[in-house]
């Protein structure tokens, strides 16, 4: 069932969502080459404690995994699309990273992921990773009342397609609210016009994934939490908060 929002519960979202923000502004800044994924992670935990907010992501346990998630970031490091878990393991020159993160503040959810390199970028890198943040734009400028769940999926799965890259199906956005997911899914390609109608006060989480080879194949890694493309080809991940509104989509993980 999906949850709509007061006026008052998306302000209290927005904090939330700044949090995330100030998490991944974080995280970027101490991302370099031979820093690990776990000082990412602390980077994250020192942000979550300054603000006093908990961790959506730690503990998580959904059935498909093996285990509770060990960390407050998903950390993903090129062939691994989402819920890479942030280990020992060093960033080296080139590498594509992309970085979950939550955070709940007041018992409210946001949740919000970025991409980017470290060291020299590979020029199709840097491709990936602007058509993921396009891909994110032009799902945002669709989640408008009077739109559908499928304008915003029609709309993402658009621009990824036209780049020529895969789209891992079965994973996709969601409703956020008092809990990181609830009702309803929002898929990363579908069909305009279709699906539950857009209403003020929604809240969704909008997060194209995008396979830099071009295939939609990807499986899990032995750890049972993260996704890697199949044919080892890098993938980008990138992802807002959003409030439905009649004055229009307003993020709610931007700074
Ligand atoms: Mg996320
Ligand atoms: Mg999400």
């Given at each position: 069932m999906?949850?709509l929002k007061t006026?008052?519960?998306?302000?209290?979202m927005r904090?939330?969502?700044?949090?995330?923000?100030?998490?991944?502004?974080?995280?970027r800044?101490a991302?370099a080459v031979?820093?690990?994924l776990?000082?990412l992670?602390?980077a994250?935990?020192?942000v979550?404690r300054?603000a006093g907010?908990t961790?959506p992501?730690?503990?998580?346990?959904?059935?498909?995994?093996?285990?509770?998630?060990?960390?407050v970031?998903?950390a993903?490091?090129n062939d691994?699309?989402v819920?890479?878990?942030?280990?020992?393991?060093?960033?080296r020159?080139?590498?594509?990273?992309?970085?979950d993160a939550?955070?709940?503040?007041?018992?409210w959810?946001?949740?919000?992921?970025i991409?980017f390199?470290v060291?020299?970028?590979?020029?199709?890198?840097t491709?990936l990773?602007?058509?993921?943040f396009?891909?994110?734009d032009?799902?945002?400028?669709a989640?408008?009342?009077g739109?559908?769940?499928?304008?915003?999926a029609?709309a993402?799965?658009?621009?990824?397609?036209?780049?020529?890259?895969?789209?891992p199906?079965?994973?996709?956005?969601?409703g956020v609210?008092r809990?990181?997911?609830?009702?309803?899914?929002?898929p990363?390609?579908?069909?305009?016009?279709?699906?539950?109608?857009l209403?003020?006060?929604?809240a969704?989480?909008?997060?194209?994934?995008?396979?830099?080879?071009g295939?939609d194949?990807f499986h899990p890694d032995?750890?049972?939490?993260?996704?890697?493309?199949?044919?080892?080809?890098?993938?980008?991940h990138?992802?807002?908060?959003?409030a439905?509104t009649?004055?229009?989509p307003r993020?709610?993980?931007?700074?």
């Amino acid at each position: 069932m999906v949850q709509l929002k007061t006026d008052t519960s998306i302000e209290a979202m927005r904090e939330a969502g700044r949090v995330v923000a100030q998490i991944l502004t974080s995280v970027r800044e101490a991302a370099a080459v031979g820093v690990s994924l776990r000082e990412l992670d602390e980077a994250a935990r020192e942000v979550l404690r300054e603000a006093g907010a908990t961790s959506p992501f730690l503990n998580y346990h959904p059935h498909f995994a093996p285990m509770p998630f060990p960390a407050v970031i998903c950390a993903s490091v090129n062939d691994a699309i989402v819920h890479g878990i942030p280990t020992t393991d060093r960033l080296r020159d080139g590498d594509l990273v992309s970085i979950d993160a939550g955070a709940t503040l007041d018992g409210w959810v946001g949740d919000s992921a970025i991409s980017f390199t470290v060291g020299r970028a590979r020029p199709e890198d840097t491709r990936l990773i602007d058509t993921a943040f396009a891909a994110l734009d032009a799902g945002i400028a669709a989640a408008v009342v009077g739109n559908r769940i499928g304008d915003i999926a029609h709309a993402i799965g658009t621009v990824c397609r036209r780049a020529g890259y895969g789209i891992p199906e079965g994973f996709g956005g969601h409703g956020v609210g008092r809990t990181m997911h609830e009702d309803p899914g929002v898929p990363n390609e579908g069909r305009p016009g279709r699906g539950m109608p857009l209403r003020h006060g929604m809240a969704l989480a909008i997060e194209p994934m995008l396979i830099g080879g071009g295939l939609d194949d990807f499986h899990p890694d032995r750890d049972g939490w993260t996704l890697r493309t199949s044919d080892g080809s890098r993938a980008a991940h990138a992802e807002h908060t959003v409030a439905i509104t009649d004055a229009g989509p307003r993020i709610l993980t931007a700074l």
